[in-house]
């Protein structure tokens, strides 16, 4: 049983290493959708930034507000869907800026400040892959040592239980003492 035992926190372990080296690779993915998702925003802005660089001293708020005004019902919703097109490209450009701020915030921005529509995106279309630099490693080998850690725990903690209540249940509230 004990060999069994042995194998089974191996496995843990190398079951922890291989989840962990997956970390950087979605990390990767996320930043590079999100830097696609900014680039196709600014392209979709770009001829009514034009617009508002010759007509507006290059507001784009303006450019909006003035379709907002019109009189006519489409060029009205034309300027809802400016201002929207703009919120959102300063909001991924905002995003794109924070991922790349220190080596640390691409995993802080993806895993606790995610853009949540780009994220889900990428977890739906992750494909697995090894990236073995550095960070895979150090986060493989940490992942397996904090699930074998955990493993172990668990099986302590449920040895040292079942040897309380076997002795609960033979009278003893001191493990290891006769009654």
């Not at 079951?15 to 830097?35: E, H, N, R, S």
């Not at 300063?90 to 220190?102: D, H, I, Q």
């Not at 150090?138 to 699930?147: A, W």
């Not at 955990?150 to 001191?174: D, F, P």
Request: aromatic fraction near 12%; proline fraction near 4%.
């Amino acid at each position: 049983m004990r060999r069994v035992a042995e194998y089974l926190r191996l496995v843990t372990f190398v079951a922890g290493v291989l989840v962990g080296i997956q970390l950087p690779g979605f990390v990767d993915q996320y930043g590079k959708a999100l830097q696609a998702h900014q680039r196709e925003s600014a392209a979709s802005l770009r001829e009514f930034q034009d617009d508002a660089e010759r007509y507006f001293g290059g507001s784009l708020e303006r450019l909006a507000e003035y379709y907002r005004s019109s009189p006519d019902e489409v060029f009205n919703a034309g300027g809802l869907s400016i201002g929207a097109l703009a919120q959102r490209n300063e909001a991924l450009t905002r995003a794109v800026s924070r991922f790349y701020r220190s080596p640390f915030s691409p995993y802080v921005q993806t895993l606790l400040e995610p853009v949540d529509e780009i994220r889900r995106d990428v977890i739906e279309r992750y494909t697995y892959t090894v990236v073995l630099n550095g960070w895979a490693i150090g986060f493989g080998l940490l992942s397996g040592f904090v699930c074998a850690l955990v493993l172990e725990l668990l099986w302590g903690g449920t040895a040292h239980l079942t040897r309380r209540c076997y002795h609960l249940a033979k009278g003893s509230n001191r493990p290891g003492r006769p009654t």
